[in-house]
């Protein structure tokens, strides 16, 4: 008796298809999937513990705020995917207006959300971050 189709350990008959073949395509990070984006907050508040990670009513956003309170991180939760999910932001102070801000939209893939995220939420030695005095 010979097996034939997807049976478990079969043996192939001369009417069976070729297998298709496994190929990987690279795309630029642009183009990839969005990314899992609560993933990626618990993933960076795992790595970071200088981060506090607070959920604010109603429920529909998660804020990151650095033990500094000069760098936060915003993410909205079930947005569209062209909507603005993330809203990152740096001030000179805790009590300052903000000096810079970056969003990225809900459709923001994996490679790119994770590059930014560590570019911009990690203090670098003369962020107001990391030092006690005021900046001119």
């Known amino acids: 008796m010979i097996l034939i189709g997807s049976q478990a350990g079969a043996v192939a008959g001369p009417l069976d298809p070729e297998p298709a073949a496994r190929r990987t395509e690279m ?23 200088d981060w506090e990670k607070r959920r604010i009513w109603p429920d529909d956003a998660t804020h990151l705020i650095h033990e500094s309170q000069t760098l936060r991180a915003e993410l909205v939760h079930e947005t569209d995917p062209r909507g603005t999910a993330w809203t990152f932001a740096a001030y000179e102070t805790p009590v300052s207006g903000r000096m810079w801000r970056l969003t990225l939209t809900g459709a923001a893939p994996a490679p790119v959300l994770k590059s930014l995220r560590t570019a911009v939420l990690v203090p ?13």
């Open 124 to 136: 670098y030695p003369s962020s107001p971050a990391c030092t006690s005095r005021v900046r001119p």
């Open 27 to 49: 795309v630029p990070a642009y183009a990839a999937s969005p990314a899992d984006h609560d993933a990626a907050l618990d993933e960076f508040v795992a790595e970071h513990d």
